[in-house]
Every structure is written in C-alpha cells, then in structure tokens.
C-alpha cells in the first residue's frame, strides 16, 4: 500500500463528508475509519467511486460492556478495491433507541443479505433496502440473539411447539 | 385341541393370533424414512450401505417420501426452524409408524445447548427407540433396529388404532426449564434485568 493511495481516500473522505468528525484509525497495518451514521451513504458512494469496488463484509459489533467502548453497536464495512488490492474497513455506530441506518444496496447489491442477516442477530435496521425481512431466523422470531444481553439458551423460543403425542398423530 | 390339530396337519400349517402374525410381518418389512440432517446422517447411509447391509434387517427400503414409509430415522441436530417440517412428516406418514431418534443431538440436543436447537426430538414427537453416540456406530443402529422390531412384535397391531389405548404417556412430566421461564415471564419478571440468570 502506498503513502499516495491511503492518503487518496483520505482526501475523498473530507471532500465528501467536510463537515463530519472523521476518525482515522489504524490496527496492524488495516486502515479504518469512523464515520458518522448520518454520513455513512456519502461516504460509501465517494470511495465506491475512487475505486472501492467491492464489499468484502458488512457485518455489526455489539459492545455492551465492551471496555473502553462509548456506543453500543458498531456496524463495520469491510471495502476492497479490486485493482490495487488496497482494503479498507469504514465502521459507524449506532445507539439505542434509534437503530436505523441507510441501507447500502444502492451503492453495493451485494449487501442485500448482509444487511438483512445484521437485522437478523442484531436488530439494526436499514433504511430503503428493497426486501427488508429476517434472512435466516423464523419471521415470528422476536428476539436478535446476536446481542449481548440474549441469553445463549434463548427465551423459549426453541420449545414453543405443539407437542405430538402417539394418539394424535 | 391345538395339539390334536399338530398332530392332523403336522408342519403344515402353523397357529397363531392374527395380531402376531400382521406384527411380525411388519416388524420384518420396515421402511425407514431417512431424516437426516447432520453427520449422524453419514452413518446411516453406511448403516444401509453393502457393508452393514440394513438388509439383512429387512429395512433397506429407504424412502424420500413420507407416504410411503413407516419408520423415521431422526439423524441429526434439529433446528427450531425445522421442528414444524418435522412435524409435517411425521403427521404424513400413515399408521402404524414408529420414530428411532439417532444421536445425542437428535435424543438431547448434544453439545449444541443454544436457543436455536431443539434439545430433543421427543419433545414435539413420539420416539420409539433412542441411539446415542455421537454418532452412534451403524452396528448401533442396527441393534436399534432390532430392539425396534422386538417391540413391534410385542406391541404391533393389526388395526393402528389401538396405539391409542396402549402408547399414550402416562406417569409424572419430566420438569421443563422452559416452563419455568415462561411462568417467570408470566409473572412479570424482566429477564433483560438478569444477565446471569442460572436458568440461562
């Protein structure tokens, strides 16, 4: 990864977003970015265009009683442009009770059941995606289990059947 | 007087209730309806293939179509998502039937203790005979089949519907963790609050 390309996306971040409080992060030489929820589709259409092409990931983070965390989910995009090899993680957070974040299927199709499989387990919801249902839980299904306050066991929701008995069936 | 009749006929003919006869006769004729879901499943296609050769049992006769068969093999963890497709099967399947539950996750849910798996079949279906392992070997299943054709012969009918009478749990309930949250959810108590509730 060259100096001129990270400093490229860098550019295209603050042209797009000027006003934003941007935070630009870096972890075992992955670059990351924090960008406001307000902002996310601004800036996921201006690095689509300066040739983020892919989207690798889109998955979510639950930090309750993370140390250090401040909010409580963390919905992360994980970005690839396919030309140079240059990756980049773009993460923005949400608090309860306002969940909601524009969908990016306009931006990336591909984010359809990524998108729906984060409401799924989390309870995030996205805004303008076309066919916005749960993608692998039952649609009675009431809980997000993905959370951190979901006990593993559930809340009964594995034995709420009907019971057959010999004489019935 | 059936002695006497021995002696007339000799080995001719043989004697019995017509009861036995239609239950040996099933016992002997089984046709499993594999449901397979996990690597339990692996097994049991080796428990019918040449080597342990299920038909030496006379229940080679695997069948993708519930009309047709009388016995379901549950092979394999359970998802709740599954359970009503599981129901819907068994329900199709006409009498007289019989259920093996095979494994430790189709008998209890094995390892896999999460909100999404049912921790056993028979909580929602009647099961005839449980195969643990994991997974059980197909000299397991075998002997399974066979502990299923004994009691065939013992508790068969001729018309199913004295299943009825016979097969009907009786006795004390086992105690439902479940249970006890849903009363707890009854009776108002916020779970949300109990992060490390015990019965979780």
Redesign the interface.
């Known amino acids: 990864m060259t100096e001129s390309a990270e400093s490229d996306w860098k550019q295209v971040l603050e042209k797009a977003l000027p006003s934003a409080n941007l935070r630009f992060s870096e972890f075992r030489n992955q670059q990351r970015v924090d960008v406001p929820a307000s902002g996310i589709v601004a800036a996921l259409t201006a690095l689509r265009d300066a040739g983020m092409d892919q989207l690798c990931d889109l998955t979510a983070v639950d930090l309750l009683e993370y140390p250090g965390a401040t909010d409580r989910f963390e919905v992360v995009y994980l970005l690839l442009n396919t030309t140079s090899g240059q990756r980049l993680t773009v993460r923005t957070h949400l608090n309860e009770p306002d969940l909601k974040i524009p969908s990016a299927v306009p931006i990336w199709f591909g984010a359809d059941w990524l998108e729906r499989e984060v409401y799924d387990m989390y309870g995030i919801v996205f805004e303008g995606h076309p066919n916005f249902k749960r993608l692998l ?2 649609d009675a299904f009431e ?1 997000f ?1 993905m959370r951190k ?19 019935e ?1 | 007087m059936a002695t006497q009749i021995n002696k007339q006929l000799g080995d001719n003919i043989f004697l019995t209730t017509l009861d036995a006869a239609a239950s040996w006769a099933r016992a002997n004729s089984l046709w499993p309806m594999p449901f397979a879901t996990a690597c339990c499943g692996i097994e049991l296609m080796s428990t019918a293939a040449s080597r342990h050769d299920l038909s030496r049992f006379g229940s080679e006769v695997m069948r993708f179509t519930p009309r047709q068969c009388d016995l379901m093999i549950v092979a394999g963890r359970v998802v709740m998502k599954m359970i009503p497709v599981l129901q819907r099967i068994w329900m199709q399947m006409p009498e007289p039937k019989w259920c093996i539950s095979m494994g430790a996750c189709a008998c209890s849910g094995g390892v896999f203790d999460t909100y999404a798996v049912v921790q056993g079949i028979d909580r929602f279906i009647p099961v005839d005979v449980y195969v643990p392992g994991c997974p059980p070997r197909p000299e397991q299943l075998i002997r399974a089949i066979m502990d299923l054709q004994d009691k065939i012969k013992k508790t068969g009918t001729y018309n199913a519907r004295e299943f009825q009478l016979r097969i009907l749990p009786d006795g004390p309930k086992r105690f439902d963790e479940d249970e006890l949250m849903r009363i707890r959810e009854r009776n108002g108590l916020e779970l949300d609050d109990h992060k490390y509730d015990p019965i979780h």
């Open positions: 839980l039952p809980s289990p306050d979901y006990p593993v066991k559930g809340r009964g929701e594995r034995h709420n059947f009907p019971i057959i008995t010999r004489a069936s």
